[in-house]
């Protein structure tokens, strides 16, 4: 089964990337519309990742 998003991290931000309809429509249900992205991917400071990642979790999706 392949996870919801991919989170990679790029030293000073992580980028947590949609995979598929249910990582799209969580984002969009989710984060803010003055949210930074990088094509797909949400820019999230280190400061926010773990809140970010805990609410995609407690929504029953994954995070790889």
């Known amino acids: 089964m392949e996870a919801?998003?991919?989170?990679s991290d790029q030293g000073s931000i992580f980028i947590l990337t949609p995979i598929g309809e249910?990582?799209?429509d969580w984002l969009a249900e989710n984060i803010g519309d003055d949210a930074?992205?990088?094509?797909t991917g949400l820019v999230?400071?280190?400061?926010?990742?773990s809140?970010?990642?805990e609410?995609?979790?407690?929504d029953g999706l994954t995070v790889e």
Do not use: K, P, S
């Open 44 to 49: 999230i400071e280190h400061r926010y990742v």
């Open 4 to 7: 919801d998003f991919t989170l």
């Open 36 to 39: 930074m992205y990088l094509g």
């Open 51 to 53: 809140d970010i990642v």
């Open 22 to 24: 249910a990582g799209t």
């Open 55 to 58: 609410g995609i979790q407690n």
